[in-house]
């Protein structure tokens, strides 16, 4: 079991940064274990992949609407795990969530644990 608690939403904008971490806890030495994944989901809209990392962190993945401007991070010794956001358009704006998987995917239902997202709002 993981529990995973996201922070550092908010309201910038458009052209600006922002970054948001999730921190997990859970039994054991469990993090590093999971590859963790960010999702986001706006208003109407289905939840969607932006950015994965893998246990160790060597490999990452991004949608191709996030290359570039979103980074994805992780600190297995802290068991956090960041996306820092550069030049956030206003079609950024979602609740983000972050996710653990057992498995390398980018489908939603491929993970297995997830926190209660936090609010990423990108003003015009």
């Known amino acids: 079991q993981v529990q995973l608690v996201e922070s550092g939403g908010g309201l910038v904008q458009a052209g600006g940064s922002l970054r948001v971490s999730c921190a997990a806890s859970g039994p054991g030495r469990t993090f590093s274990t999971y590859a963790m994944g960010w999702f986001r989901q706006a208003p109407g809209k289905e939840r969607e992949f932006v950015a994965a990392?893998?246990?160790?962190?060597?490999?990452?993945l991004y949608a191709d609407s996030v290359k570039g401007r979103l980074s994805i991070s992780r600190d297995n010794a802290k068991n956090t795990v960041l996306l820092q956001m550069n030049s956030l358009k206003p079609e950024d704006t979602a609740v983000y969530y972050c996710?653990?998987?057992?498995?390398?995917?980018?489908?939603?239902?491929?993970?297995?644990?997830w926190g209660q997202g936090t609010q990423v709002t990108v003003s015009s």
């Open positions: 996710a653990a998987s057992r498995a390398w995917t980018m489908t939603v239902s491929g993970y297995d644990y």
């Open positions: 990392i893998s246990r160790s962190g060597g490999m990452t």
